[in-house]
């Protein structure tokens, strides 16, 4: 099979990479980096007689034992396609996250030989090759060596305290972070300054979609949706911490910015579980069309 990267959007339309096409009363460059290979697709809308009936395709955010999680990439898949998925992302922390990211270029390069393995054992579902990438400096800077980016199917961007900085300046900021957090001191300076590297971040790298905005560390979520809508990049709705997320999705929503429902997994068992991410989606009433995983099923319901 051919690399198909086309999205359905909610009028039946669909969307080539890095083409313009009508998304609800505008026009967005809509940049959805290389979610499509080898998978048929990741979402149709359409509104179904009775109501929208909530499955998701495709779990983008799941790690491994490369990482912080406790089950191998092929655990993952075995799981994936046990919960009925089209598509799974092996997606385990940057290498710059202290003590349990990816050890290294090298274990990533292992993870895309195994998963190219992978593929030819399993040709019923899209193993996706990825990375949960950590900003290690205020330029925006990740820890991901540029030379793998256009190796990579996907590209997550999260905030993480413990990651290694990559430059003096850096430390002092990581540290300010990681110190406020504890004290739950939300200083503005502080703010504006994460608020500024994750921008910068999003518009140098060809992020797919960034993870828990809002959570680890105080972010202007609205600046980083309307910066998301901008660049085609996509807000995580995470299924691991529930209520938690509900602040930050309810600011991001009238900026227009589509959203991406995941698991973040740490074991086989979780992948596919989106119950939480399905109760935050019918709490916030968030419209069906801008999850761009999401789609109706006549079929029983996803664990909810």
């Not at 993952?76 to 922390?93: E, M, Q, S, T, Y």
């Not at 990559?166 to 200083?187: D, E, I, M």
């Not at 209520?243 to 600011?251: A, H």
């Amino acid at each position: 099979m051919g690399v198909k990267t086309y999205l359905f959007l909610p009028d039946g339309g669909w969307c080539r990479r890095q083409c313009k096409q009508k998304i609800g009363e505008g026009i967005l460059p809509f940049t959805f980096s290389r979610l499509q290979k080898n998978a048929c697709h990741v979402a149709h809308y359409k509104q179904a007689r009775g109501g929208w009936r909530l499955r998701i395709t495709a779990d983008y955010h799941t790690h491994t034992v490369y990482s912080h999680g406790k089950g191998s990439i092929e655990d993952n898949v075995k799981a994936a396609l046990k919960r009925g998925l089209k598509a799974v992302g092996i997606c385990d922390h940057g290498p710059g996250h202290l003590f349990i990211g990816v050890r290294g270029e090298g274990a990533l390069r292992r993870m895309q030989e195994e998963i190219r393995a992978l593929r030819y054992k399993y040709p019923q579902i899209g193993i996706l090759f990825g990375v949960e990438a950590n900003i290690v400096d205020l330029d925006g800077k990740i820890d991901v060596p540029e030379n793998l980016l256009p190796a990579l199917d996907i590209l997550l961007l999260g905030y993480h305290k413990l990651v290694r900085p990559a430059s003096v300046r850096a430390f002092f900021w990581l540290a300010a972070n990681l110190f406020c957090g504890w004290l739950k001191f939300h200083p503005a300076w502080l703010r504006r300054l994460n608020t500024a590297a994750i921008c910068t971040a999003v518009r140098r790298y060809p992020v797919t979609a960034v993870t828990h905005p809002g959570l680890q560390v105080d972010i202007d979520t609205g600046k980083l949706a309307a910066v998301c809508r901008e660049r085609g990049t996509l807000l995580e709705i995470n299924s691991s911490y529930g209520e938690k997320l509900d602040e930050y999705v309810r600011t991001a929503l009238p900026h227009g910015v589509f959203f991406l429902c995941s698991s973040d997994a740490h074991t086989p068992e979780r992948v596919g579980d989106f119950a939480a991410s399905f109760a935050l989606v019918r709490r916030l009433q968030v419209p069906r069309g801008r999850i761009v995983n999401l789609q109706e099923d006549d079929r029983e319901k996803q664990q909810e």
